[in-house]
């Protein structure tokens, strides 16, 4: 059950368009469409951003979206807003019908 | 819907502790539900989930043997009983609905454990 891969950090400027990449293997991201992102802002309850690779539940702005090639998934967050600044995480289940999350990534919007 | 955990707080290295989540605003039975934790400066890690009845379970390997996750329906509540805890257990542990396809719909703000002498 190792974490997926994500990159540490990203930045970008108000308006500019910023990706995250996400990823695992043959037995997680790269076996099914059930990933998701998080939003996590420090202290408060993670909030789902997407889910089945592509999905955003109500709410979500359109800004956000999600997109998934062989083992690497990617969040897109389009026009970045100050507010989008936070941690950001990739899901996947498993084939040991588990999920697993990938390290985290840290959202600046300069 | 409102996911309120409870039962975090400081317990020395090798015992044991019980979380539990009161769950409201949707239906209980419908829905797996998760904990997840975060440790101190790390990310997200999930630790189990349970399906609607309780028939069955998932742990992470990290847990394994050691955390029991449980349910009672009829009283909308999601339970992790802890043993054997150790240092690296210590973590903010977050209860979730796994409400929409293997992902998590709704949190709560989490209880802190902390495992030390």
């Known amino acids: 059950q190792s974490a997926l891969t994500q990159p540490a950090s990203v930045s970008g400027s108000p308006g500019q368009s910023i990706t995250i990449s996400c990823t695992g293997t043959?037995?997680?991201?790269?076996?099914?469409?059930?990933v998701s992102w998080y939003q996590h802002h420090p202290g408060k309850a993670p909030k789902l951003m997407i889910y089945e690779v592509t999905n955003r539940p109500s709410g979500v702005p359109d800004r956000f979206s999600g997109s998934k090639s062989g083992n690497t998934a990617s969040l897109i967050i389009f026009g970045l807003q100050p507010e989008d600044e936070a941690d950001y995480y990739c899901?996947?289940?498993?084939?040991?019908?588990?999920?697993?999350f990938g390290g985290g990534t840290k959202l600046t919007v300069l | 819907v409102e996911l309120v955990e409870s039962g975090g707080g400081l317990v020395q290295p090798g015992g044991s502790l019980r979380l539990s989540c009161a769950a409201s605003?949707?239906?209980?039975?419908?829905?797996?539900m998760s904990w997840v934790r975060q440790a101190p400066g790390k990310g997200l890690e999930w630790v189990a989930n349970v399906k609607q009845d309780g028939s069955q379970k998932y742990y992470a390997d990290s847990v394994k043997g050691r955390f029991t996750i449980s349910r009672d329906n009829a009283k909308n509540s999601l339970y992790l009983q802890m043993i054997s805890l150790r240092g690296e257990d210590t973590a903010v542990y977050y209860c979730?609905?796994?409400?929409?396809?293997?992902?998590?719909?709704?949190w709560g703000r989490g209880t802190l454990v902390t495992v030390a002498s």
């Open positions: 043959s037995s997680d991201v790269g076996n099914y469409n059930l």
């Open positions: 979730a609905r796994d409400g929409l396809a293997a992902a998590l719909t709704d």
């Open positions: 899901s996947s289940y498993t084939t040991m019908s588990t999920q697993v």
């Open positions: 605003g949707f239906t209980f039975t419908r829905d797996w």
